[in-house]
């Protein structure tokens, strides 16, 4: 729960959605990640099973939901589908009016 709390921390944080581009980077990366730690959570698996089903280490996941590691498109087309749904529905429910383009 404390990766959560502080994804959510990040998430919420107006300065970062708004600032600068490396901000906004971090922010949308808390955006992406809270969206797969709520649907794993709902679907009630661990870190270790979804790891298990994705052919990677637990510590994978971890690093990727801590936010320490930066993910790959693969790695997130992996999560998605082991957790039965594909990136595209993942990605859709982040607010695209809350991304800025320079």
Do not use: C, H
């Amino acid at each position: 729960m404390k990766n959560r709390e502080k994804i959510l921390e990040i998430v919420t944080n107006e300065e970062l959605k708004n600032g600068a581009l490396v901000d906004r980077e971090l922010w949308l990366r808390a955006s992406v990640a809270l969206q797969f730690i709520n649907l794993r959570q709902e679907l009630d698996l661990t870190q270790v099973k979804v790891a298990a089903k994705m052919g990677v280490s637990f510590q994978q996941v971890s690093k990727f939901e801590s936010l320490v590691n930066s993910p790959t498109l693969m790695f997130l087309m992996k999560y998605a589908k082991a957790l039965g749904t594909s990136i595209d529905v993942i990605l859709k429910d982040i607010d695209q009016e809350e991304i800025k383009v320079l």
